[in-house]
């Protein structure tokens, strides 16, 4: 029997009983739907971390000043000055390590002339430019000169260029940081928001040794609190820890038994594992939305199930004037496929309107890619063969004689 | 000339609850080309087996059947269908059109098994549907005309893949006495173009069309007689 009778006659039986196709196909519809908004919804939080992870700046871990005890008191992490500049250079001398800058930061309030506002300032040398991936949206950067002689510039973020200059070109004008006047001599490229949620363009960047000596003040000179290392590669990473582990113990002349004066944290670690938890978050979304797909799937069954005991007699004329098991498997097999394909076709329709409206009202990340849609296109291609066999089998093997005899 | 239908010892049994039902017990038959015959018989008889296994549709138990020279009693069920399809046509009681299609394409079915295109579908069915006088319902759905005339359709179908050989089971069983006529009357004529006819019927004035009749009791063949036909 050819290909094309046999279509028209498949979409002649799917004709026959309206109500019952448009609901067998509804199955499809959710489910194909529910594919692919959760595919997009998935894969758009997936793009978000990865987009908020590229702008921390990559392979990074900090060293933090550690605890000391003093008379039975223990201080906390950075609670004392265990730390120094001398022994950031020494960490950069160390192979596999790209960037180190020693940093100092903390909250303060900036006055321009009527405004003022409050940021986190962060006291810092050049390489925590490039290790924390900040690029310079207007006017320059700082140098090394500027942290040699302590010079009162400082690069602003847009939010707090916002908030301080409203309008205004922020570059070459003079805000106060704790009475002391500071020149803008850059804008920072916007980051968005960090994994914690907060606003990383709220940010003053200012030569280390001007925020030590005007704004947050320092025990001993050229102590820090903390050290930014950047390695070349993430496989590297716990190589270049231990190096600085080892390096730190020996520069601090701390004895075998003695715990360490210093604290380290991988930042490259928590942003993984913050990306593992959106691709399984990711994964299982759709796992769930693949089950309504096997309960459409199932629904085709049944009533492809239905169609057959009620057609008994039809397929046993079109046995008696020639019909072969084959032509028969092949119309029921096909009358199945076209409703799971018409209603993935629906589905996929249905799924990327609701994406892109949830998109378009919550303002949440979707990314639509073809892969997926293909995937439920095959997906759907093969429940409706997978569940459409059986009946159709079915239908093959009945005895033409008792087919024409079933009422 | 090679008989069109010869049946050697055929026979027929049925699983029932009460053991194995013998419906058919050896018949032997021969029909040369051209003949019309009707099989008689009471209810129970073995006519409505024995038509079965002519009209391909069953598998005897025991014995031969030939069709056309062709031994068919081994066959499988695809072989069978094409037989069904090309080598006869099957005339039932129950007319049994399918109700969602036109008459057109009730008539072109058996043309989509053996595989012919839609435009030769088309011109075949036409063919066979002005040949039995419904042409002009071409359109129609089966509901819309009446027995008698489901029945022309019923055989134009049965015509539509020029077999030489029409079975019929009770094609009047279904019909009033008028219409009867007229349905033989069209067996008659295709009879007179030369094509066999056999037909299963438990009326005497349906029969009488016939130019033979075989009579069947208990699975087995009591009478084969030569009729003068009635003139149409």
Request: glycine share 10%; proline share 3%; with cysteine.
């Amino acid at each position: 029997m050819m290909l094309k009778a046999m279509l028209g006659e498949a979409w002649l039986a799917m004709g026959a009983n309206r109500l019952r196709t448009a609901l067998t196909m509804l199955g499809m519809v959710i489910g194909v739907g529910a594919v692919v908004i959760m595919m997009a919804i998935g894969q758009g939080a997936q793009y978000a971390v990865q987009q908020t992870i590229s702008t921390m700046g990559s392979n990074l871990f900090i060293v933090l000043s550690g605890s000391f005890t003093a008379a039975g008191v223990r201080s906390g992490s950075a609670g004392g000055p265990t730390l120094n500049v001398a022994d950031a250079e020494a960490i950069a001398e160390l192979d596999g390590v790209v960037n180190v800058a020693p940093t100092h930061q903390g909250r303060r309030q900036l006055v321009y002339g009527s405004q003022n506002w409050s940021a986190n300032v962060i006291g810092t040398t050049p390489p925590y430019l490039e290790a924390r991936a900040w690029t310079i949206a207007s006017g320059a950067a700082f140098g090394d000169s500027d942290v040699r002689s302590a010079t009162r510039v400082a690069l602003i973020g847009k939010t707090t260029a916002q908030n301080l200059f409203g309008d205004e070109n922020p570059v070459g004008k003079t805000m106060r940081i704790q009475q002391n006047p500071f020149i803008v001599i850059g804008v920072l490229g916007s980051k968005g928001q960090n994994l914690d949620g907060n606003d990383q363009d709220d940010t003053v960047i200012i030569p280390l040794t001007t925020a030590q000596r005007k704004v947050f003040g320092t025990p001993f000179l050229g102590s820090v609190r903390m050290i930014m290392v950047q390695a070349d590669s993430a496989d590297n990473m716990q190589r270049v820890m231990d190096a600085t582990s080892s390096l730190l113990r020996q520069r601090h002349r701390l004895r075998e038994g003695v715990p360490d004066d210093f604290f380290m944290r991988n930042l490259a670690a928590a942003a993984e594992s913050e990306a593992e938890t959106t691709r399984t978050m990711s994964i299982l979304l759709g796992a769930i939305a693949s089950i309504s797909l096997l309960v459409g799937g199932i629904g085709i069954m049944n009533i492809m199930l239905v169609s057959v005991t009620e057609r008994t007699r039809e397929i046993g004329i079109r046995m008696a004037i020639g019909a072969r098991q084959k032509d028969i498997l092949t119309q029921f097999l096909l009358e199945a496929v076209m409703i799971s394909f018409a209603g993935c076709l629906l589905g996929l329709f249905l799924g990327l309107a609701i994406a892109l409206a949830i998109n378009a009202f919550t303002g949440m990340v979707i990314v639509i890619s073809g892969t997926a849609a293909l995937v439920a296109f095959a997906v759907a291609a093969t429940v409706g063969i997978f569940f459409g066999w059986y009946p159709a089998r079915k239908a093959a093997q009945l005895d033409p004689i008792e087919a024409l005899r079933y009422q | 000339m090679e008989p069109v239908i010869r049946v050697v010892g055929l026979g027929k049994s049925y699983e029932t609850a009460a053991g194995l039902f013998p419906a058919l017990k050896g018949v032997d038959l021969e029909v040369r080309p051209g003949e019309f015959i009707a099989i008689m018989g009471p209810s129970g008889s073995g006519k409505s087996t024995f038509m079965n296994l002519l009209g391909c549709l069953d598998t005897p138990s025991s014995g031969d059947y030939f069709l056309a020279g062709q031994n068919v009693a081994h066959m499988d069920k695809d072989a069978l269908a094409v037989l069904r399809n090309r080598t006869l046509g099957f005339v039932f009681q129950g007319f049994n059109l399918l109700p969602r299609m036109s008459l057109q394409d009730n008539v072109a079915l058996p043309l989509v098994y053996s595989g012919a295109d839609k435009e030769t579908r088309r011109a075949a069915a036409r063919e066979m549907l002005d040949k039995v006088g419904l042409g002009k319902y071409a359109d129609s759905l089966p509901s819309r005309i009446s027995g008698g005339q489901q029945q022309r359709v019923a055989i134009a179908r049965a015509l539509v893949n020029k077999p030489h050989l029409i079975l019929a089971d009770e094609p009047t069983g279904n019909l009033d006495s008028h219409t009867s006529e007229e349905i033989m009357a069209l067996f008659s004529e295709l009879n007179r173009e030369g094509i066999t006819v056999v037909l299963v019927t438990h009326e005497q004035d349906i029969a009488a069309h016939a130019k033979r009749q075989v009579r069947f009791l208990d699975g087995h063949i009591v009478s084969d007689q030569l009729t003068e036909a009635v003139p149409a």
